[in-house]
């Protein structure tokens, strides 16, 4: 077993077992952070081998006032054998020859194990609140995916059928709202329409006169054509992204605008209130909104902060607005669809 410091030729190893070891995030680049962790003379990446395998990561760093440590992993075959304490201990020792007095790092307290795990070793909580701001300001989160790249969008559509087979769930409670508001046949927008799987269960369920479908991805579209079958023929397909500025401009009023996993598209939750804003300008005196996505919580790291609104601040941002009666409709699998209604002196 030996503990050495990383080279750039390890990042392959390492990423693979920070993979393993869910310590990856997909807003965040690991390849980036081994890069400057290796280039910064304030930071390094120990990495403990065994047979020529790396087994075993931490990534220590001193600010000049106190050390920190990051990505503490070891390969879950070799876990419990103590290799984790080691590492902690080579981490210690380099941040002691930096000169460092004290060592922090930053844990979950629902992460009950990796608590544990720091008492049994020495370590203790601290009576102080983390606060953090993003010093890169109006950078939006990049999407791991091209949906303008078909095969790309091809499979998105495959796994998100995987992943969340409550969808379907979702398609209901949408065309049940509608059926119990408007009993004459009405006039539909879909922001972010996708692979169209909403739009054909609302069309095959609803009286709908008009059916259009926006999408910034022409694949997305063209996927949605496919799906929608002879129900094509009553919807209208528009390739437009709502991030622009005056992507509503010139479409026709509507009585209901639907949304499904879309909203985060704008790639970063400071620019949702504006595009609901926007929102009221397409539709109707007495209109309806019905708006679904994933929201974050404390204890899904897999969702970005800056990506997604809270349950609360969802609700929230479509009374600050100008939307009123808003009602969570359907809360499942961490994703959430809300009914809003426009009234006339909000127009």
Known sequence: MNIRTATIN????????????????????IEDDIKRALATPTSTLLVMEYKSHVIGTVMPGYDGHRGWFYYLAVDP?????????QLVHA???????????????????????????????????????????????NVDVPSPINFHNLAEAEE?????????PYRHDFFIAFAQ??????????????????????????LENC???????????????????NHLGNFANRATFLKRNFKAPDWYKNLEKVDIVVTLQAVHEVRHKKHIGNLFKQLRHV???????????????EDNRNKHPELYLTLDEQSAILTKSGF??????????????????????NL
């Open 10 to 29: 390890d990042t392959k190893a390492i990423m693979a077992l920070w993979k393993e070891t869910k310590l990856t995030r997909p807003w965040n680049s």
């Open 77 to 85: 075959l070799y876990q419990g054998n103590g290799f984790g304490k």
């Open 91 to 137: 981490a210690e020792e380099w941040l002691k020859l930096q000169g460092a007095p004290k060592v922090l790092l930053m844990v979950r307290k629902s992460n009950e194990s990796v608590v544990n795990f720091y008492t049994n070793i020495g370590y203790e909580e601290n009576n102080v609140m983390l606060v953090g701001k993003w010093l890169e300001e």
């Open 156 to 164: 998105w559509v495959i796994n998100t059928k995987k992943k969340r």
């Open 177 to 202: 709202e509608i059926n119990a508001n408007f009993k004459n046949p009405v006039t539909i927008l879909e922001i972010g329409s996708g692979p169209g799987h909403l739009a054909r269960h609302i």
């Open 207 to 225: 009286n709908v006169k008009k059916y259009m479908l926006l999408d910034f991805s022409a694949p997305m579209n063209e996927i949605a054509r």
């Open 283 to 297: 539709l109707r005196e007495d209109g309806m909104l019905l708006y679904s996505d994933h929201y974050y919580t």
């Open 324 to 345: 009123h009666d808003v009602e969570l409709l359907l809360d499942k699998g961490e994703m959430a669809l809300y009914r809003a209604i426009i009234k006339t002196e």
